[in-house]
């Protein structure tokens, strides 16, 4: 079973009431600053789309996703952050090397535990799209996500050699979508369910 | 909370590009590394001897001082495209590069 992801991307300019309108209308979480390479907004397939007259989208980077693995550490979470990070593994990467990835990515929670939910994805379509994987989290505060996680040395001693232009073993390529939200609702549990 | 970090990178190189090597090190590397705030702590050089029939290992031992300036020194080469072009330069000369990071064992100041 698979499930859709967008990140989507505001014409600059957007009209103010149509954002209103907009952000009323549809699930939609508006990243917070310090989002990277992602857009203004994830919609994470569990309500419509942006809506058809809705005519200021720059960009709907719409992706498909098969889930890897994933665990609910709390399937009736009620907030406050999801992350998502959409990223691109190279082309000529080897097997091994992406598997070791996969499963270094899934230890994370083992040692941090501020990821409350999370889920591993590969990126199945569409056939346009640039991403390889997605990487999901859903934490209870934001500092779970810019201490515990990013300050992890389980993250940058051995999860960043996968993504560093330093270390011999990088894989992923520099171009990230590194996004996150408040949110209310646990968009994994529906996805893990 | 982790203090002072190491930065290990391990350099194995043919016989004979040695000197090669420590030029690139010196002037495609050095310097950048200072402003990307990383301190060269000590270099050596193993076996303790050029060698001339098998390959040498340099080694360079760099620190910041903890895991902020890590992410700072991460962020600013991953921004800098001259960075990864050294890197790919000097993996031509390289048998086998590794880079390592190290800090004092957390599991002896836990006590275990």
């Known amino acids: 079973m698979s ?79 999801k992350r998502t990070l959409l990223l691109q593994v190279q082309t000529d990467a080897h097997a091994d090397s992406v598997a070791a990835f996969e499963r270094d990515l899934m230890a994370m929670p083992d040692h941090i535990p501020a990821i409350v939910n999370w889920a591993l994805s590969r990126v199945i379509g569409p056939a346009t799209t640039r991403w390889t994987h997605c990487w999901e989290q859903e934490y209870y505060t934001l500092d779970g996500l810019k201490v515990d996680y990013m300050m992890s040395p389980h993250h940058w001693g051995l999860i960043d050699g996968w993504f560093d232009p330093e270390m011999p073993q990088q894989i992923v390529d520099l171009d990230l979508a590194h996004v996150y939200h408040d949110t209310d609702r646990s968009a994994l549990a529906a996805a893990l369910d | ?23 690139l090190m010196a002037q495609g590397y050095m310097a950048g590394a200072s402003d990307r705030g990383m301190t060269l702590e000590q270099t050596w050089l193993t076996p303790p001897v050029e060698l001339f029939d098998q390959p040498n290992t340099l080694v360079y031992l760099w620190s910041v001082p903890d895991a902020a300036a890590w992410w700072a020194m991460r962020g600013a080469a991953g921004r800098d495209p001259s960075v990864s072009e050294f890197w790919t330069e000097m993996d031509a000369l390289c048998v086998h590069r590794k880079r390592r990071f190290l800090v004092t064992d957390p599991l002896v100041e836990e006590g275990r």
């Open chain 1, 3 to 81: 499930r859709e992801l967008a990140l989507v991307t505001l014409v600059d300019g957007a009209d103010p009431d149509q954002v209103t309108e907009l952000e009323e209308s549809v699930v939609l979480g508006r990243h917070l600053p310090g989002t990277v390479g992602g857009g203004h907004y994830t919609w994470d397939g569990i309500d419509d789309p942006v809506p058809p007259g809705f005519e200021d989208v720059a960009h709907f980077d719409l992706v498909e996703l098969e889930l890897i693995d994933g665990s609910l550490g709390d399937p009736g979470f009620t907030g406050k952050i």
């Open chain 2, 1 to 23: 909370m982790v203090g002072k970090i190491h930065v290990l990178d391990e350099l194995t190189v043919e016989p004979g590009l040695l000197d090669q090597v420590r030029q």
